[in-house]
């Protein structure tokens, strides 16, 4: 089941998400609360199902509902209230206009001690990945779009705070972000720390990559060593990486277009060695390539455009003058 793409009323109608919500199976108790821990980017999503359900489930004797309403009222006149109200589940045949009015309290509530958290709560965090073969776009809160690129992660707050806004990449990732001079905005990698105050750039920083770039499209951008060593301001067509272990960050320039065609779906090599396309090939489709053809020296120049990774390899054998053989997810490049 493609339970990534499902909506908050995708999951209410699910059966299995009800009996977890209901609390009456426990595989399915103990199989939503770990999809849930491992996909926190829809919390949201599972937040608003369970409002829903709470429409269709929720039951209030008399005395219950006074009670909630006195919770209520006495939240909004204390500023410091720390109520929190949980839905009582029920198998009990329904009263509908208690229920209605229940349901509704539910939501005011919630909506009500949400907006009041927020203001005084810990930063909460959400984590997009996007998997082999697939680009996604994300939008954050202050209107900034960014494009990221296949196994990659973005960890983002999910409410930015007064003076700052900062967020984690791992993989690639192409920003665009909405001007704000009062608030900063920083991505962070393993390597390099990027502040921007509106501006599109490029960031490349895969786990599995010898080398972490920052290439800047248009606007200005700060970027830093981690340890804070060096320090350089890039222009529009000007690109910072690093490779490997050094800890020398090198400015050169970079056409934007072959730079950024991974958003259309584009696969470019220019003078590649056999470990940039394996690297390459491997984050975007998840194989493994082995070269065991005794020829270490790749300089291979190739675009593909939407290309699945058979006929890539096909195309690369061709261009070397070697075969290949798959087993799984793992390519042997052989004489």
Known sequence: ????????????????????????????????????????????????????????HLQLDEPELNEAFEKFDSFLNASNNDLELKPVKSKRLFNYTKLAAAASLLIICSAAIYFFNSTTATQAYLSYHNGYGKTAVITLEDGSKISLNSNSTLKYPQHFTNDKREVELEGEGFFEISKD?????????????????????????????????????????????????????????????????????????????????????????????????????????????????????????????????????QNICFAKRINYKITNNIITLVP
């Open 181 to 313: 001079k009062d608030r900063p905005f920083t991505v962070n990698t393993n390597k390099l720390k990027t502040t921007v105050l509106g501006t599109k750039f490029n960031v490349s920083a895969y786990k599995n990559s010898a080398e972490v770039s920052v290439a800047l499209v248009e606007g200005s951008v700060a970027v830093e060593l981690n340890d804070k060593s060096q320090k350089i301001t890039l222009r529009p067509t000007e690109m910072i990486s690093v490779k490997g272990t050094s800890n020398q960050l090198i400015k050169t320039n970079f056409d934007s277009n072959k730079t950024t065609a991974w958003q259309t779906g584009a696969i470019i090599f220019e003078n590649a060695s056999f470990d940039d396309i394996a690297t390459k090939l491997n984050n975007a489709y998840g194989i493994t390539i082995i070269n065991k053809t005794g020829d270490n020296y790749w300089q291979y120049s190739g675009s593909f455009t939407k290309t699945d990774y058979v006929s890539i390899i």
């Open 1 to 56: 089941m493609k339970f990534h793409l499902y909506r908050a009323e995708d999951f209410a109608a699910d059966e299995s998400f009800i009996a977890y919500y209901l609390q009456t199976d426990d595989k399915a108790v103990t199989f939503w609360e770990n999809w849930i821990s491992l996909n926190p980017e829809k919390l949201d999503e599972i937040y608003n199902a369970e409002l829903i359900l709470a429409k269709l």
